[in-house]
């Protein structure tokens, strides 16, 4: 072998290993070495002098909060010290989560955001935003966890087999709320702010039988990345980050937690434990991320056909499950 063949494999070989390496000692920052900068976040708003109620601190307006993921991070954002607004759908359910929250919580303030995702209400959106500045809270982070495919049932179908409707539902809900409601809050959200968009493995790794879901979660993700840069650019200081997500417990998605699948509380704290990281999406549990990095370096046959089966496989649950609970009726 000549020598300047041997120096370019050398030089090759330097670099495959400089990338291996790299990508190593950047997963074992993430997850070991860096400090979460959440506190910044929790300085007080300027308030009338006379006031001292907890009212005038930092306030976390968290979507999808009556149980889950969104539930989860109600919990780790009041233990920090945080105001929070629970969004949801359901009275009932926030009322039941808000009277936990203080009563685990006492030091903060909590209030209710009651509006269903679908359809999709801007002039709702911008009415309770418009209150919230009226009220002059001090919003400094902003959740949005909601999203899904629970609206439509069976979930895993072949896009023809979606009636219009159901997929306008899904649009509004993974991408048409969060992306309306971030509109009306920056503006008011006061500096430095947080935005959180929750995605999911198949926005980095689309399964089929999920197309309108797995778009729609990879539109959070690029949202996120573009919507990040927009801010910076224009001189805010608002950190945007886009967590992708695999499985997590919950009433929704039960199962007992184990090698890959975390509870909500640990998923939201893993998350949190991020902040500052410098990055605009990111799997913010470390199994999670692991597994998400391993299955990204298969080759595309190998990996289209695991999709498949995969998916195939979820399916297949999918309708026994709804079998069984029409049964159940």
């Not at 695991?306 to 979820?314: C, I, W």
């Amino acid at each position: 072998m000549s020598s300047s063949s041997s120096n370019v494999l050398t030089a090759f070989g330097t670099l495959i290993a400089t990338y291996y390496a790299y990508n190593i000692f950047s997963f074992l920052y993430l997850f070991i070495f860096h400090r979460s900068t959440i506190s910044r976040y929790l300085q007080p708003a300027i308030a009338p002098a006379a006031s001292s109620t907890s009212e005038h601190r930092s306030w976390a307006l968290i979507t999808g909060a009556s149980d889950g993921i969104g539930l989860g991070f109600a919990h780790e954002l009041a233990s920090d010290g945080f105001n929070i607004i629970l969004h949801g759908r359901s009275p009932t359910k926030l009322a039941a989560v808000e009277a936990a929250l203080k009563a685990q919580y006492p030091h903060i303030s909590t209030r209710l955001f009651v509006l269903d995702a679908y359809p999709c209400s801007a002039s709702a959106i911008d009415d309770y935003v418009r209150g919230l500045a009226k009220d002059g809270l001090c919003i400094r982070i902003l959740v949005n966890n909601i999203g899904g495919g629970a609206l439509v049932s069976p979930a895993f179908r072949q896009l023809t087999h979606f009636t219009a409707a159901e997929v306008q539902k899904l649009i509004d809900l993974n991408v048409g709320f969060p992306t309306l409601l971030t509109r009306a809050l920056l503006p008011v959200m006061q500096e430095p702010a947080l935005v959180l968009n929750l995605g999911s493995f198949v926005a980095r790794i689309p399964g089929p039988w999920l197309t309108v879901y797995a778009g729609s979660k990879a539109f959070n993700m690029s949202w996120s990345r573009s919507l990040g840069l927009e801010l910076r650019a224009e001189g805010r200081d608002v950190e945007v980050m886009g967590l992708v997500v695999g499985e997590v417990q919950s009433a929704g998605h039960p199962g007992p937690v184990g090698l890959v699948m975390c509870s909500s509380r640990t998923l939201a704290k893993s998350a949190l434990d991020k902040i500052g990281c410098g990055r605009h999406t990111v799997a913010p549990w470390w199994r999670h991320a692991a597994i998400l990095a391993l299955v990204e370096c298969l080759p595309d046959a190998l990996l289209n056909w695991s999709m498949v089966r995969a998916t195939r496989s979820l399916m297949e649950k999918d309708k026994k499950l709804l079998e069984a609970d029409k049964r159940n009726l």
